[in-house]
């Protein structure tokens, strides 16, 4: 009976061995802080709209900066997607540069209809988008 739990206790000390030093191996998990940088473009024209750039972390702080809505008086505005545009990468630049890494993109659209209408029509509308930056601690 000796024989076969040497054996056995030998294999059994021998994978305990191995995990131990794979978890060894991979060291410390890496700590990071976040950031959210959160584009609100409106689509309701004639600058009824509140377009917003806004900057928040895990502290509360909010940054916020007035961006342009996509359609004026006369329709879509096409300066205005390029101002917008340029703030934009402007901010990201700026957030790559104080050593931020962009983590995840997330987008979504709301949009409502008027009653009995199919696909719009009541000019109401924002697209969202959510740049996720972190950096190591």
């Known amino acids: 009976m000796k ?7 030998t ?4 994978v305990v061995a191995v995990v131990f030093s794979f978890s060894a ?9 976040f950031k959210i940088v959160t584009t ?8 009824i709209g509140r377009s917003r750039l806004i900057t ?6 909010l940054d916020e900066e007035k961006l342009k809505n996509f359609f004026s008086i006369t329709g879509i505005n096409f300066k205005n997607i390029v101002e917008n545009d340029q703030k934009i990468s402007g901010k990201l630049s ?11 993109v997330v987008s979504g659209v709301y949009g ?9 029509g009541s000019n109401t509308g924002i697209f969202i988008i ?8």
Do not use: T
């Open 94 to 104: 700026n957030m790559y540069a104080e050593g931020w890494e962009l983590y995840d």
């Open 130 to 137: 959510r740049y996720l930056f972190r950096k190591e601690k």
């Open 11 to 14: 294999f059994l000390m021998a």
């Open 56 to 61: 928040s972390n895990a502290n509360g702080k």
């Open 25 to 33: 191996a991979k060291g410390p998990q890496k700590q990071y802080e």
């Open 112 to 120: 409502s209809s008027a009653p009995g209408e199919i696909g719009g």
């Open 3 to 9: 024989k076969q739990i040497f054996p056995a206790l």
């Open 40 to 47: 609100v473009e409106s689509v309701i024209p004639a600058g």
